[in-house]
């Protein structure tokens, strides 16, 4: 036991209750202060990120004929909170490399080498696939989606009535965040999966017996996300299957191999 302790060390020292608190506290006080201001940062170009999320929609409504597409807001306050949120979300986006970092330093002295090393590798992977999966979202759905919806628009309308898109600002950019969120987040389980067979809780071979259900859970899991549009939810749900597909061979990779006696 003592040669397996000197071969993978641990770096925690004694600390009192205390100090740990006070650890802490120091953890999250940086953890908020990169937070405020790349809040601060994000407000003062919140007009350009939204300019940014409203693209794919500006260029669907020219695609329709529409030479100057814009978005209204219907309440005296609601441009301003949008700005907020716009400069909420921007800001935990930014500052999330720099939490994760705190939350790092304040659990690694407690790791032995050997876990510190199995963990790197997934924290790596955890922001790299969600700007992946945000991309997927922002580049390739959002078109064929807003397509879909802008497509309702009709110059005659019922009774000769035109029916024209009126988007709003808020509920925008709330889809937005919420489409982004929600491929940012599913396009994490590679990472939850792997890590569960690293640590022996799931197999690969469970993951291939569970293939038919996640397959069903994958469809699940995009209709309750997304919009209730067919482009949208299959545009979650193959990415879905594809991860989940790629999360079989890593787990094989990385499960602890069968003891032989």
Known sequence: MADIEEDDPIDDKPMPLLDHLMELRTRLIWSIAAFVVCFIGSYYFSNRIYFFLAEPL?????????????????????????????????????????????????????????????????????????????????????????????SFQSDTGGGGVPIELLPRVSEYLDLVMKLIFAFGLTFELPVLLTLLAKVGIISSKGLKRSRRYAYVGMFVIAAILAPPDVITQTGLALPLIALYEISIFAAKMVEPKPVEV
């Open 58 to 150: 500006a260029e669907v409504l020219r695609e329709q004929g529409n030479p100057d597409p814009h978005l209204i807001y219907t309440q005296l306050y609601e441009a301003f909170f949008t700005r907020i949120k716009v400069a909420f979300f921007a800001g935990a986006f930014i500052a999330f490399p720099i939490i994760a970092n705190q939350i790092w330093l304040f659990v690694a002295p407690g790791l032995y080498r050997s876990e510190k090393r199995a963990l790197l590798p997934f924290l790596a992977a955890t922001p790299v696939l969600f700007v992946l999966g945000a991309a997927l979202a922002y580049y390739f759905v959002f078109p064929f989606a807003w397509r879909f919806f802008a």
